[in-house]
Nanobody, 115 residues
Framework: QAQLAESGGGLVQPGGSLRLSCAASGISSYIVMGWYRQAPGKQRELVARIYSGGSTDYADSVKGRFTISRDNAKNTMYLQMNSLKPEDTAVYYC??????????WGQGTQVTVSS
């Protein structure tokens, strides 16, 4: 069974940057890996995802500011977040979907953008 562990969240000023990491274990192949976020009182939403073939999708709200990537050797996915805005404040979750269409989630990491 896959296990995911996020890290890299924290408090940052508007305009700043953070890099989130998601280390995966217990899984060697997947359809897609992605980052989701959930702000207080809002539904969880897709931020970015990367498919096994390498193609990527981004939410319109983060295009041009966030970059998703992966290191297959380390079984780790990253989310580089630049030009952060207060509205990016949320708990960020790592997700992976395997070939049986089972979704696995990390525990989440808090990102707070505030001056």
């Amino acid at each position: 069974q896959a296990q995911l562990a996020e890290s890299g969240g924290g408090l940052v000023q508007p305009g700043g940057s953070l890099r989130l990491s998601c280390a995966a274990s217990g899984i060697s192949s997947y359809i897609v890996m992605g980052w989701y976020r959930q702000a207080p009182g809002k539904q969880r939403e897709l931020v970015a995802r990367i498919y096994s073939g390498g193609s990527t999708d981004y939410a319109d709200s983060v295009k041009g500011r966030f970059t998703i990537s992966r290191d297959n050797a380390k079984n780790t996915m990253y989310l580089q977040m630049n030009s952060l805005k207060p509205e990016d404040t949320a708990v960020y979750y790592c997700n992976i979907r395997d070939y049986s269409f089972t979704d696995y989630w990390g525990q989440g990491t808090q990102v707070t953008v505030s001056s």
